[in-house]
């Protein structure tokens, strides 16, 4: 526990498949919450604006080749060196609606065959968010949407396994959303469970640690 009791702003994280529709409701989000007066930033894992967030993107480009596990610390590093901004931004009250995170981190990681738990060891103490949402679609409805891009992970039989990890990282605090809805009906949905998440941490819920 961090033990600030202040007002505080939010740490919501959205994860799911590549073409889930996570960034466009990322981005209206933001707007929604800006809207209402809550100040609010819009922040992305891999943060590809660091040195280690520009390595992670030529590996992701397929420029540059890396081990399975050292391609993971990058990710994990990724986020430690963004997290006492992350800390800081938070307890001054500004809500943080974040495009992937850990849980990315795990699953992507452990479909190409890593262990489990090797995987989520680089992640304990990162700051725990106050909700994750999960948006769900299945990876053959994912491919149908447009089609994946020409990056390292868009093929089907990988996202099938992402899936599976994610299927096996999930905690019954996860909200669970089905992505197969309209844009608009997707975001009512997280609107509402959002502004609640807000609320509370306004009124001083205390910030935790993964796992
Ligand atoms: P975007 O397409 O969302 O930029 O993601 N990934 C991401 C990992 O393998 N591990 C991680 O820790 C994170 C945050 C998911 C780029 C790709 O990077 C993968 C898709």
Redesign the pocket.
């Known amino acids: 526990k961090v033990g600030d009791d202040g007002s505080r702003g939010a740490f919501i994280v959205l994860e799911g498949l590549?073409r889930s529709g996570k960034?466009s409701q990322c981005s209206k989000l933001l707007s929604y919450l800006e809207g209402l007066g809550h100040p609010t930033e819009l922040w992305?894992?891999?943060d590809r604006s660091t040195s280690i967030g520009q390595m992670i993107s030529a590996y992701?480009s397929n420029q540059s080749q890396l081990d399975d596990h050292t391609i993971h610390l990058l990710?994990?590093a990724n986020r430690w060196e963004k997290s006492s901004l992350m800390e800081t931004k938070l307890k001054s009250g500004t809500t943080l609606i974040v495009?992937?995170?850990?849980y990315?981190?795990v699953a992507?990681?452990s479909a190409k065959g890593l262990d489990f738990e090797w995987c989520k060891a680089p992640e304990i103490g990162l700051l725990a968010p106050d909700l994750v949402l999960y948006l769900d679609i299945t990876p053959e409805k994912a491919a149908e949407r447009g089609g994946y891009g020409g990056?390292r992970?868009e093929k089907l039989e990988f996202q099938k396994k992402v899936a599976e990890s994610y299927q096996a990282l999930r905690d019954p605090s996860w909200k669970i959303i089905d992505g197969c809805q309209s844009m608009e009906e997707v975001q009512k949905l997280l609107q509402e469970i959002v502004l609640d998440h807000v609320i509370a941490c306004k009124k001083g819920r205390a910030l935790s640690h993964l796992w």
């Open positions: 590549d960034t992305r894992f891999p992701l990710y994990s495009d992937r995170y850990s990315s981190g992507f990681s990056e992970y």
